[in-house]
């Protein structure tokens, strides 16, 4: 998924998402310890995009406290 397209989501949405790609790559992680049917790639693009999501939530925040300063 692209930057615009996280940029697109809402902060609540941000978070369930995040939430709910944590849940994802625990699943990849067990399903890739117990079989490689799976591909391992797909593991290192969902931290990726967890990580685009946790980077896009902290820029909200600190643009929120930029304001009320």
Do not use: P
Request: aromatic share 4%; no cysteine; proline share 0%.
């Amino acid at each position: 998924m692209k930057n615009s397209a996280i940029k697109d989501f809402s902060s609540t949405e941000l978070v369930e998402r995040v939430a709910e790609e944590r849940k994802n790559l625990t699943r990849l992680r067990f399903g890739n310890a117990l079989s490689a049917a799976e591909s391992t790639a797909k593991i290192g693009q969902t931290r990726r995009f967890i990580a685009r999501m946790l980077t896009e939530i902290r820029r909200r925040e600190l643009e929120n406290l930029a304001a009320q300063s």
